[in-house]
């Protein structure tokens, strides 16, 4: 017996999921320093955190004690920025934590979940590291939830779906009649609202009234803690007792939970950060309508997918990448034409346009 032959089996041929590669391994690989990298394939906040972070982690003191299991701190004064007492919050190592933990606890081998796509990896991902089978049910051609055929697909193995809103790869939100529309279906309905401080658009008003709501959140984007890793979950108090029974005890590390202290206490700044986005988004928006074979969607995000016409959007993103300028390329069918690009300072959006502009001069007329 060896321990190839012990693997589970339905993990033994899993599909890694594809990770965004780090900046300094991007820099290495087009030969430019940190500081010329254009980033804009993550959807990271370009401004950073706010100061107060690093103030507070330099005098922190107490790195060497294990951080509070039950997240006390942080669940209270989450109380006061989405308006839902603590017994409605828990906070995950990420909301990739939460999805997983979530997950763990409703799926059994062989049951499903349904996939809105094109979407969020990380749904299908952990789906399948629990056992799970995933169901797709396509977005139509403007990325709308089609709820007529997912009523179709919905079967007595059907335990959840994932709505992101605004939706990554396109931007789009999700309507509060879709939403009530999925929760009619008695599905546990997962409302990821990853981008939403760019949105101001959410679905919290309506998880007291349904118990089989969850909204997700993050501090990846907005509060530019990317890389501490703070998601958290709004739910009924009865789910979130579960989910805390279930959650390694110390899932949230101290850095993390300091900084997402901070980051709450400096609303005014990180808020301006978000607003200088979201005016950065329009403009490059209105950038990207003028490039003729280039169709660019709205976008409720930190994000623009675009979509290409008559020029290959990997031959695209390769002649951008070998300029350090990095953009995201999927390979899926349905996205093979597409680069989605985050939104960044206004000069980096400037330098992705002009090399966009460059690729499609050369690029569309050896496609003719």
């Known amino acids: 017996m060896t321990w190839e032959k012990m693997l589970r089996p339905h993990l033994s041929a899993l599909e890694p999921y594809q990770p965004i590669v780090p900046l300094e391994v991007l820099a290495k690989e087009a030969g430019k ?3 010329e990298v254009i980033k804009l394939d993550g959807n990271e906040n370009p401004y950073g955190h706010s100061p107060r972070v690093n103030r507070a982690m330099a005098e922190y003191p107490f790195f060497h004690i294990y ?3 039950d997240q006390r701190q942080l669940r209270q004064a989450l109380e006061g920025y989405v308006g839902l007492g603590a017994e409605h919050i828990v906070v995950g190592a990420g909301s990739d934590e939460i999805i997983d933990l979530l997950l763990r606890l409703f799926l059994e081998p062989g049951d499903q979940v349904i996939n809105l796509t094109p979407t969020f990896g990380m749904y299908p991902f952990s789906t399948h590291i629990c056992g799970g089978e995933v169901v797709e049910v396509p977005r139509d051609e403007a990325f709308e939830i089609d709820l007529e055929e997912m009523r179709r697909k919905v079967r007595p193995r059907v335990k959840a779906v994932f709505v992101a809103s605004p939706n990554n790869p396109s931007g789009n939100l999700a309507t509060q009649e879709q939403v009530l529309g999925l929760l ?15 949105a101001g658009e959410t679905a919290i008003p309506l998880v007291k009234e349904h118990p089989n709501l969850v909204v997700l959140r993050t501090f ?3 509060a530019g803690l990317a890389g501490l890793r703070v998601g958290y979950a709004m739910c009924h108090p009865g789910l979130v007792e579960h989910i805390m029974r ?3 005890p110390y899932n949230l590390n101290v850095a993390a939970q300091v900084a997402a202290l901070e980051s709450l206490k400096d609303l005014e700044y ?3 950060r978000v607003r200088d986005i979201v005016e950065e988004r329009e403009r490059l928006y209105r950038l990207l309508q003028g490039l003729d074979s280039l169709h660019p969607f709205p976008s409720r995000a930190n994000f623009i997918l675009c979509s290409l016409k008559g020029w290959d959007a ?10 350090g300028i990095f953009l995201r390329y999927f390979s899926n069918p349905r996205m093979s034409h597409c680069l989605r690009i985050s939104v960044g300072k206004p000069e980096q959006s400037d330098a992705a346009l002009a090399a966009l502009n460059q690729a499609e001069k050369e690029l569309a007329g050896r496609h003719k």
Do not use: C, H
Request: aromatic share 12%; net charge negative; hydrophobic share 40%.
């Open 33 to 35: 320093t940190v500081a």
């Open 67 to 69: 951080p509070d299991p």
């Open 184 to 198: 009619e279906m008695g599905l546990l309905v997962v409302v990821d609202e990853a981008y939403y401080e760019f």
């Open 220 to 222: 990846s984007k907005w």
């Open 246 to 248: 279930i959650k390694p």
């Open 270 to 272: 990180l808020q301006a």
């Open 314 to 323: 990997r031959e695209a993103y390769l002649r951008l990448r070998g300029e």
